[in-house]
């Protein structure tokens, strides 16, 4: 088991440009979740996937934000237009639901993104 | 509405001393799930422990301990006789049942300085 991966690790940018990101989750997990962390501050909920299904979405994520999960094994974040104010730690987790019980959320290593 | 509170910003001690890390937390859920989560300098959440709201036990893992009581919402996390490799920050998150998408709702984090 290798793992939740994410990449790249370290993205820097202009404002303006568009950005995507990428994370693999554990293998055989079948929910998918996007966070966002700024300084200081604890992981915000930004969206999660059950497979390929985008389940819901935070009022955190603005229109320009887009994320996928095609066939419910990796998933990318797109951030078209950036802005200063998008520049945070994105950190991918997955988990494994059945019947309703929750499991553990397990975190990749984030991607640190700066927008200049 | 669901809220964590960490009060504890920053805490620092002398190795081999025992620390207490507070969490308080908040949610009208009857069913919830509770987190502690370190984050060291690389940046990745690395889980710790998980509690469900019915089991109320105390639970012992080597140095680290963790105590749940409903009765004052909260769910501290103390390490025993520190090492200098605890240091980093920590953060409580709950998890509420009733939301389908079990997201979780971090703290603002307690960050640990163990001084060798």
């Known amino acids: 088991d290798t793992g939740v991966s994410q990449d790249p690790r370290h993205k820097i940018t202009k404002r303006g440009q568009n950005v995507t990101f990428r994370c693999d989750p554990i293998s055989e997990h079948n929910r998918l979740y996007w966070y966002r962390q700024t300084l200081g501050q604890g992981p915000e909920f930004l969206t999660y996937?059950?497979?390929?299904?985008?389940?819901?979405k935070s009022r955190l994520l603005s229109n320009r934000f887009s994320a996928e999960r095609p066939k419910g094994s990796f998933s990318t974040l797109e951030i078209q237009r950036t802005e200063q104010g998008d520049s945070a730690m994105y950190l991918c987790a997955s988990s494994s639901i059945s019947g309703g019980q929750q499991e553990t959320q397990y975190f990749g290593p984030g991607t640190r993104l700066l927008v200049l | 509405a669901q809220k964590v509170t960490q009060a504890q910003t920053e805490i620092s001690v002398v190795e081999k001393e025992d620390v207490t890390l507070d969490c308080v937390y908040e949610?009208?859920?009857?069913?919830?799930?509770l987190f502690w989560y370190k984050q060291p300098p690389s940046g990745e959440l690395v889980f710790l422990i998980r509690r469900n709201s019915f089991d109320e036990q105390n639970e012992i893992s080597g140095r680290y301990s963790w105590n749940f009581q409903k009765s004052t919402s909260s769910f501290n996390f103390t390490i025993t006789a520190s090492q200098v490799v605890d240091s980093a920050v920590y953060f409580c998150?709950?998890?509420?049942?009733?939301?389908?998408?079990?997201?979780?709702?971090f703290g603002t984090g307690t960050r640990l300085t163990v001084i060798p």
């Open positions: 998150a709950l998890s509420e049942a009733q939301t389908g998408a079990n997201n979780l709702f």
């Open positions: 996937f059950q497979n390929e299904a985008q389940l819901e």
């Open positions: 949610t009208r859920d009857t069913t919830y799930y």
